[in-house]
């Protein structure tokens, strides 16, 4: 059963940091890329960053660049994004993903505020 579990998400003030975790468990955590997704309210969820299965690759979208950056690791079955320089904007439910042959699997979700 796939399972993926997020954390970190908290009230942080403009400008602050966070490291949101994803834990994963149900497949072959080391040969999955994975992403990351965030939904405001009232907004259809978008994504934020993806990572390929070794970590050698990774891709931002343009809101987040030169601020968020995603890793992983292989050997805690988890992936990261780290938060840096948050904007109100930024506000939203940040969700993990993977995609496998055409269904994809989701996290619950955790919460990031930002606001001051």
């Known amino acids: 059963q796939v399972r993926l579990v997020e954390s970190g998400g908290a009230l942080v003030q403009p400008g602050g940091s966070l490291r949101l975790s994803c834990v994963a468990s149900?497949?072959?955590?080391?040969?999955?890329?994975m992403s990351w997704y965030r939904q405001a309210p009232g907004k259809e969820r978008e994504l934020v960053a993806a990572?390929?299965?070794?970590?050698?690759?990774?891709d931002y979208a343009d809101f987040v660049r030169g601020r968020f950056t995603i890793s992983r690791d292989n050997t805690k079955n988890t992936v990261y994004l780290q938060m840096n320089s948050l904007k109100r904007d930024d506000t939203a439910v940040y969700y993990c993903?993977?995609?496998?042959?055409?269904?994809?699997?989701w996290g619950q979700g955790t919460q990031v505020t930002v606001s001051s």
């Open positions: 149900g497949f072959t955590f080391s040969g999955a890329a």
């Open positions: 990572i390929s299965s070794t970590g050698g690759s990774t």
């Open positions: 993903n993977w995609d496998w042959r055409r269904t994809a699997y």
